[in-house]
């Protein structure tokens, strides 16, 4: 089977508190760079998007942007991104983003990235997809996201077996490995709106 060639990654428009989640964006950038892997993102130029944009083009790597046109007007696009590929709506900008990626990573942000996440953890259930759903947990910031999906599963609304759908992942360098070792799935989700 093909090797990951093309990651989308989901993650903050803004840059959170801490310094380690600026880095750890920029460090995946630059890590799926020198893989080899194609960056697919939200196409910003701000908060962790734009680290991790950057974090790839500096070390050479290919990156598109997927943008909604209304966040294109209020100049938060990445003005240096091989391709930006503007979209009428966000659900459009989804579902681009899902069929330019082999796997999905969910980096530290906040309800956009939630969104992301779950919708496409929503399409691996319905059976929709089977490519790869990595959670990088950058000290603890993926645990509220763990906490709402087991919250389902504890309270009846979801299965234990919702748990096989995505894999935590402990910082930048173990996602990366992970990443290497992984192949892409063939095919798509040709039942997505």
Not at 153 to 182: M, N, Q
Request: hydrophobic share 50%; with cysteine; charged share 20%.
């Amino acid at each position: 089977m093909a090797k990951i060639g093309s990651v989308a990654v989901f993650c903050g428009a803004q840059p959170g508190h801490r310094a380690i989640y600026r880095a750890s964006a920029t460090a995946l950038g630059q890590g799926l760079a020198e893989a080899g892997m194609r960056l697919v993102y939200g196409g910003g130029r701000i908060g962790l998007m734009g680290a991790v944009a950057d974090g790839a083009l500096a070390a050479g790597g290919e990156v598109i942007g997927v943008i909604p046109d209304f966040l294109r007007q209020q100049e938060v696009a990445h003005g240096e991104v091989a391709e930006l590929i503007v979209t009428e709506t966000m659900h459009e900008r989804k579902r681009i983003m899902f069929d330019m990626a082999d796997a999905f990573v969910t980096m530290p942000g906040g309800i956009g990235t939630y969104d992301e996440t779950m919708e496409i953890v929503t399409w691996r259930q319905l059976k929709l997809h089977d490519k790869p759903i990595l959670l990088c947990n950058v000290e603890g910031s993926a645990e509220p996201l763990v906490a709402a999906l087991e919250a389902a599963i504890t309270w009846g609304f979801a299965k234990a077996e919702i748990r096989r759908l995505y894999e935590v992942v402990e910082g930048v360098p173990a996602l990366l490995e992970k990443l290497g070792s992984l192949s892409a799935v063939p095919g798509g989700a040709s039942n997505l709106v």
